[in-house]
């Protein structure tokens, strides 16, 4: 009985907490009035500075706190919110995520980062707010956004769906359709946008969807797609690795792919060249654990060398 009162529990506590697609942050006040004076445009400055440093994570937290603060000043600021939301996910995604203590501190970045990126798609599409507001499903109400809300229904799908993997399957289920529906949208206005990043987003969809069983064929198209449009970007090679090799037993794919990313010249692609470090990362610390994914014999036929 206590562990049922627990479950019973926590799952009320889900369905109340002021994070994914909930009226919560759209509806009602959409945002602060200005707390600060001061000189916006000259925050937003130093914030794309220290941003352009983003390979230390000092530096991001710099340009948070820049925007931060520029925000105060000017808090309708639609372009400084979708800044603050993609420096919330970079700070959860590359650092955070590798120090097991900051598990919760991780997860409440990229809760961080969903509630910036809903206050742009808010300010930029007035017709979201109205929809949404007025009790219209989310994706009846992001239908009318047009071109311009595409980087605010990126980012905000983007840090909802790293929060919600982190938060477990229960939590990833119930805003699955949302995430699926700015996705799709984004797919349609604007299909290359962040290095091919809808058809990324599917390949990883595809392999929880159906549940449980997921669809093979589609995961990988969508995961093939975004790598031939956008090789440079490896954190597809690296989700693709993770999330599809590793479900269907695929070592070779697996070892290809992390090899790779891991011989990838950094100078090639150097506006991408912090999160590429970051990724590497991630690739060195899959291809080490393939065996725990693998059997070691058919990680050697694959050319494993680990």
Known sequence: ??????????LAVLLAAGC????????????????AQGDAAALVAAGDAAWKERKDVAKINAAIAAWSKALAITPKDADTRLKLSRGFYLLADGHLRTDDEKEEEMKATFRKGMKQAEIAL???????????????????????????????????ATNLGKWGLAEGLTTILKYKDDIKAMMDRVETLH????????YRYFGVYWTKIPVFRGDAEKSKAA????????????????????????????????????SEVLAFDLNSAPELAPENTIEKAKAKELYEDADTYFGEDDLKAAGWKG
């Open 20 to 35: 994914g697609t909930t009226r919560t942050n759209v509806c009602g006040k959409l945002v602060p009035n200005a707390t």
């Open 223 to 258: 995961f093939n797609k975004s790598i031939a449009g956008s090789p440079q970007y490896l954190a597809t090679k690296v989700l693709m690795a993770e999330r599809y090799a590793t479900k269907w037993k695929d070592p070779k794919l697996f070892v290809k792919l992390l």
């Open 1 to 10: 009985m206590i562990r049922k009162m627990t479950l019973l529990t926590a």
């Open 191 to 198: 299909p290359t946008y962040f290095y091919h990043a809808p």
């Open 122 to 156: 808010a300010l930029r599409v007035p017709q979201y707010r109205k929809d949404f507001c007025a009790e219209k499903t989310f994706a009846q109400s992001i239908s009318t956004a047009d071109k311009a809300a595409v980087p605010a229904m990126y980012w905000f």
